[in-house]
Nanobody, 121 residues
Framework: QVLLVESGGGLVQPGGSLRLSCKAS????????IGWFRQAPGKEREGVSC????????YYADSVKGRFTISRDNSKDTVYLRMNALKREDTANYYC??????????????RGQGTQVTVSS
């Protein structure tokens, strides 16, 4: 069973940037399609981005398109989410998860605990 650990969250001002990391261990993370999700208190979970196992296919929610970039380094079993031009509404707990495919973000197999992103002045 793959174990996912997120890092890179924090407090940032509106317009700022952060890079989140999702490190896979306990299994070969390079074979998994990975999605990034976020959930704020009182709101539904949102699938914000996804990347296929070889990095050839990506997905972005409309709410982050043009601002977030997903990438992966399979030599490090790590998936990254670069977040630019952050807005207050991006504030949430962000977590990564293995999914069947980027067309099936509702089908989460394993997930990490998450890392908090707070956008505030």
């Amino acid at each position: 069973q793959v174990l996912l650990v997120e890092s890179g969250g924090g407090l940032v001002q509106p317009g700022g940037s952060l890079r989140l990391s999702c490190k896979a261990s306990g299994g070969s993370g390079r074979y998994y399609t990975i999605g990034w999700f976020r959930q704020a208190p009182g709101k539904e979970r949102e699938g914000v981005s996804c990347i296929s196992s070889n990095g050839g296919s990506t997905y972005y929610a409309d709410s982050v398109k043009g601002r977030f970039t997903i990438s992966r380094d399979n030599s490090k079993d790590t998936v990254y989410l670069r977040m630019n031009a952050l807005k207050r509404e991006d504030t949430a707990n962000y977590y990564c998860a293995t999914v069947a495919s980027c067309n099936e973000l509702g089908n989460i197999k394993a997930r990490g605990q998450g890392t908090q992103v707070t956008v505030s002045s």
